[in-house]
């Protein structure tokens, strides 16, 4: 059951996105919502150990509690399928992730390194610097996770862990490799394709989990992050046929949280969740320009557990989740604020030699080379491209261009005939 819009037509996703002028309020406020709420969730780990961690994920607090990531993932993958579709080639589009996330998890990851680390070591800072965990915790700027500063944090409830919450990072990292995969086989730009692509790997996904029946763990699996991206993607390329609609909002919330309560249901979450995240995420309230003056959140993402873990250890015996929370906030929003204006809008003023390069390469490959590289994929190779009169070209010869699809399906056919015919 849909909602009607001015114009009496059903009111989709798309139509929701074209009424907020393609930019919703409410992901920048889902954004920022659930930065906070990853720091209200660490902090009762950080506060009381591990142990109190999962005792809190068993109980039903879990339906909620659970959601949190997964619902990170899904906004990005909705978010990062726009960017892809306005993006002329895979090289801008990458280029793009790595100048948002690197710079500013370089700078944490170095600032974590050269000041925090030195301060709360329990090691003389000869022996820290000298220490070949020092120089391997520098690794977390290519993806490949370290947790541990050499004496740092021995006695906290989470101990000897600077930055647990980067375990994230690399999944982040696999959900940008595998949607460029979908985008070179052109699944990105047939929707049929993708859906095919994305149940296939649902099917196998619930096999894996009924043949190799992985342990329960207080928090969903990374492949269900994976998973969440995902169906975000999905949600995204179908926004045109998905109703924006609050009975179904409450249908995939509820569908949500009793999935994040049963067992194995983590594995069927992700379409349901994805719902509840576009839903909210494309209402559109009033903007509080203080609020959203930057986007804060990922600067909250990666400062909010290092500095929860510097405020345990100030605490020592007196730990308490509240004040850890209260105590931290500022600090993390401080940051946060710095990490946006000083190194992450900075860094996307980097767009413009970035398109440079793309256009570069581009004029140093054949056309239709170049135009596997684009998010029609390898679908331009049995079919040449048409131009889109509402997308002219601006830097390469083929940017603009879209598949003529009767002429693929013509071609794809003859092809079928042939080999049927060798076969026989």
């Not at 001015?6 to 409410?26: C, F, H, I």
């Not at 909620?64 to 993958?77: K, N, V």
């Not at 329990?122 to 996770?145: M, Q, T």
């Not at 992450?344 to 398109?355: F, G, H, I, Q, R």
């Amino acid at each position: 059951m849909s909602s009607p819009d001015v114009g009496g037509s059903a009111l989709t996703l798309e139509r929701k996105m074209r009424l907020a002028e393609n930019r919703p309020a409410g992901f920048d406020y889902m954004r920022l919502g659930l930065a906070a709420a990853v720091i209200l969730q660490h902090t009762i780990n950080v506060s009381y150990g591990q142990s109190a961690a999962v005792a809190f994920f068993s109980t039903p607090a879990r339906g909620i509690a659970a959601l949190i990531l997964p619902m990170f993932f899904a906004l990005s993958g909705f978010l990062v399928a726009g960017s892809l579709v306005r993006s002329a080639t895979l090289i801008s589009f990458g280029g793009l992730r790595i100048l948002r996330i690197v710079p500013a998890l370089a700078v944490e990851v170095t600032l974590s390194a050269l000041l925090l680390g030195p301060y709360f070591t329990a090691l003389p800072l000869s022996e820290y610097f000298s220490s070949p965990i020092f120089y391997a915790y520098f690794l977390n700027i290519i993806g490949e996770i370290h947790f541990v500063l050499p004496g740092v944090f021995l006695d906290n409830p989470v101990p000897s862990t600077v930055n647990g919450q980067l375990w994230t990072i690399p999944y982040e990292l696999k959900c940008y490799v595998i949607l460029a995969a979908l985008a070179l086989f052109g699944a990105c730009t047939r929707r049929g394709l993708l859906l095919i692509a994305l149940f296939v790997g649902q099917v196998a996904m619930l096999l894996w989990a009924m043949i190799a029946d992985p342990a329960w763990t207080p928090i969903v699996p990374g492949m269900i992050l994976v998973a969440s991206f995902l169906a975000g993607i999905l949600l995204f390329q179908f926004r045109a046929r998905v109703a924006w609609s609050p009975a179904l909002f409450a249908v995939a919330l509820i569908a949500t949280v009793a999935l994040l309560l049963i067992p194995k249901g983590d594995y069927l979450v992700a379409l349901p969740l994805a719902y509840v995240t576009a839903f909210l995420g494309l209402c559109h309230p009033p903007r509080l320009k203080l609020l959203l003056s930057g986007d804060y959140s990922y600067g909250l993402f990666l400062y909010g557990f290092p500095i929860q873990q510097a405020v345990a250890a100030l605490l020592g015996d007196h730990q308490n989740w509240l004040l850890n929370f209260l105590l931290t906030m500022p600090f993390a929003i401080a940051i946060a604020v710095f990490s946006w204006w000083c190194v992450e809008k900075p860094s996307l003023k980097a767009k413009p030699a970035l398109v440079r390069f793309e256009s570069w390469v581009c004029r140093l490959l054949p056309s239709r080379l170049a135009r596997l590289i684009t998010p029609d994929g390898i679908s331009v190779l049995w079919a040449p491209p048409t131009r889109d009169p509402r997308h002219p070209p601006e830097i390469t010869d083929f940017r603009g261009y879209v598949p003529d699809l009767q002429l693929q399906r013509t071609r794809l056919g003859d092809l079928k005939t042939r080999l049927r015919a060798i076969m026989s």
